[in-house]
């Protein structure tokens, strides 16, 4: 018997809700995709409004009810997948108390400094803080990015607000507590504060790390699993979304856990890279690593008892956004009319990559010398630098828009075989890799990074909804419907599968050489331009 599941994917860009249909197979029925904006301040700030969250989560259920006949009353359940490392503060009826701040926010950087970088240090951070931290976490807060230094931040800078913080939640969170009135947070966004701890056996919120960074315990919410039930959808929230009341809302994951689980990696050094606005390369692990020198850290996986390994591009398919909104504006939009193209923002994303992956496709493999760094909102990892920014590197008099454009493709995949050979500096990575998010879609854009890396690349049949694809089976998980963990990668179909082309090896093994200089001879010159931030 079919049974029906509703997946939300809240992004950066927009939300998603998909729903499922789960049997023998996991079948997408029907989507619909409302965007949000981002608002990107000039002191480096990055925040977006849990009302517009919601508002397109509403919007969204009730257009894929309408699209795909299914009455509200064959919805079984609902679960979450959401961008990661936000802040959520709210108050003691749930409100939140300001705009939520994104994962891109990096004001903390003083407050960080303060809590890291003060006394005897090891990999430049205070070795008493470090120690503890890796000891009790497994990691260390150490990205200007991180959750804990945007809390210290509103603790420093909104004192009148954080006077009334009940709670500290992350996107899905907060959506979550609309969903069930239930103040609660899965453990993949818990181990993301580095003050939970993650030790075997262990499992809740640190005292002791509280303590060392100035955090109350007491904002610390309930911690629940992944495929645990918050609660039941309340009479207000079914309301709002057009479903029935008291359906279960299950705890879901953030976007890096769920797309990994949505792309089949549920076993020890199963490796995938995703390209969306952000972007990662991540190996599913059984015990927990870390390596400072390259800012790569072990977070929890979907699947209990294992990990991801996983190293951060913090602006991945958004450099193909401002590609489209700076580089290319008048030639995408002559390509769009001639294509009739309606306003539709699924369309639109759709023939976007067909137009990158006409004009790429014009260019010889190296962009004709032209290298992009694809830093546009500062880097995670191998360097964390919020200070990095984009270069074109080499222009000369016969360099056109149209090298520039793949120059910025193949900067991007640059860039996740930099984090593939780090992480394989400690993990053993075989010669496969899937490859999700938008990236995926494109053939061209595949076998790009299947020159560049190496190794062949398994693109998704379904590459755009893969986080919810990974939040439709935690549902169906804790709904019963599938049995295990070890049924899931069946679940998953593929689209197509690229071999590595060697004649196209020697170009790229001389262009990654000159990209992977690029920062060191440029970091304090971006310090210089862009270190104001406070």
């Not at 191998?382 to 149209?402: H, M, S, V, Y």
Request: with cysteine; hydrophobic share 35%.
């Amino acid at each position: 018997m079919d049974r029906y599941v509703l997946a939300y994917d809240i992004g950066t860009t927009g939300a998603k809700t998909c729903l499922y249909k789960i049997g023998g197979s996991l079948e997408l029925v029907a989507s619909d995709l409302c965007e949000y904006p981002l608002y990107i301040l000039d002191n480096g700030g990055a925040e977006q409004d849990v009302e517009d969250w919601w508002n397109a989560m509403t919007v969204t259920t009730r257009a894929v009810l309408k699209e795909s006949g299914v009455p509200a009353d064959k919805i079984e359940g609902l679960s979450f997948c959401s961008q990661m490392q936000g802040l959520v503060l709210v108050d003691k009826e749930g409100k939140p108390l300001r705009r939520a701040m994104s994962y891109m926010d990096q004001r903390g950087g003083l407050q960080q400094k303060r809590g890291l970088k003060r006394g005897v240090k090891i990999a430049g951070m205070n070795a008493f803080r470090l120690l503890v931290s890796l000891f009790l976490t497994g990691g260390v807060s150490a990205s200007v990015k991180d959750p804990l230094w945007k809390y210290k931040w509103v603790e420093d800078n909104e004192p009148e607000i954080f006077s009334r913080v009940h709670k500290w939640l992350d996107v899905k969170e907060a959506l979550i507590l609309r969903c069930t009135d239930r103040f609660v947070m899965t453990d993949d966004s818990a181990n993301a504060t580095f003050i939970y701890n993650t030790r075997k056996g262990v499992r809740s919120w640190s005292r002791t790390l509280c303590r060392i960074f100035g955090v109350k315990s007491s904002h610390m919410p309930e911690i629940i699993g992944a495929t645990e039930s918050a609660g039941g959808l309340t009479e207000s929230a079914a309301e709002s979304l057009g479903l029935k009341a008291g359906i279960p809302v299950f705890g879901g994951g953030g976007d890096l856990t769920l797309i990994s689980l949505g792309s089949g990696m549920t076993e020890e050094n199963d490796t995938h890279i995703y390209m969306g606005t952000s972007g990662w390369v991540a190996s599913v692990l059984k015990n927990r690593k870390v390596d400072l020198d390259s800012m790569i850290a072990s977070i929890f996986g979907a699947r209990p008892g294992y990990y991801n390994y996983i190293g951060e591009q913090e602006t991945s398919g958004k450099c193909l956004e401002w590609v489209r909104d700076h580089l290319a504006l008048d030639s995408i939009g002559i390509y769009l009319e001639k294509k009739e193209i309606s306003e539709d923002p699924e369309t639109v994303y759709n023939t976007l990559y067909e137009y990158m992956s006409e004009v790429i496709s014009e260019v010889p493999p190296g962009s004709n010398g032209v290298i992009f760094t694809p830093w546009l909102h500062g880097n995670r990892a191998p360097f964390e630098d919020p200070n990095a920014r984009g270069i074109f590197f080499n222009i000369n008099l016969n360099t056109g828009k149209r090298d520039m454009i793949r120059a910025v493709v193949e900067g991007m995949i640059f860039h996740n075989r930099w984090l593939l050979e780090s992480i394989e500096k400690n993990v053993p990575v075989g010669d496969v890799v899937r490859f999700a998010g938008g990236g995926a879609r494109s053939d061209v854009t595949c076998q790009i990074l299947a020159d560049i890396t190496g190794k062949t690349v398994e693109a998704l049949a379904d590459s755009k909804n893969t986080g919810a694809a990974g939040a439709a089976i935690l549902c169906g998980l804790g709904l019963g419907i599938i049995k295990g963990y070890e049924e899931v990668k069946a679940l998953i179909p593929l689209r197509k599968t690229f071999q590595p082309r060697k004649e196209n090896r020697h170009i790229y093994n001389k262009n990654f050489a000159v990209f992977k200089r690029l920062y060191g001879t440029n970091k304090k010159s971006f310090s210089q331009l862009n270190g104001g931030h406070k």
